[in-house]
């Protein structure tokens, strides 16, 4: 599990579009993991209005995700707190892959 610190001067989090049946549906549009139009046009239109991270609901578990962009200005800041951890453990892993 990665343990991510994000500093973003506006975000915006579509867990809590409330029961709007528009945003609802633009929602459910842009979570089709079949269409990523959707996802991209509100991305587009978000980033545009200078919204520089986004928590969405997760399509493949009850969690969530963070969309971060990166070319915002000010940019905002990512950092993997236990970043060498995890490296580590991968590190470990792939040693144990046959080859």
Do not use: H, W
Not at 23 to 40: I, M, V
């Amino acid at each position: 599990m990665y343990v991510v610190s994000i500093e973003a001067k506006r975000c915006s989090d579509l867990r809590k579009i409330g029961s709007d049946a528009v945003l609802q549906e633009a929602l459910t549009a842009a979570l089709d993991p079949d269409d990523l139009a959707a996802s991209q046009e509100i991305g587009d239109y978000l980033a545009e209005k200078g919204i520089d991270a986004l928590i969405f609901p997760s399509v493949v578990s009850d969690g969530a995700n963070v969309v971060v962009f990166r070319d915002a200005d000010p940019r905002p800041k990512v950092e993997i707190q236990n970043r060498d951890e995890i490296l580590d453990a991968i590190r470990t892993m792939a040693k144990r892959i046959p080859k």
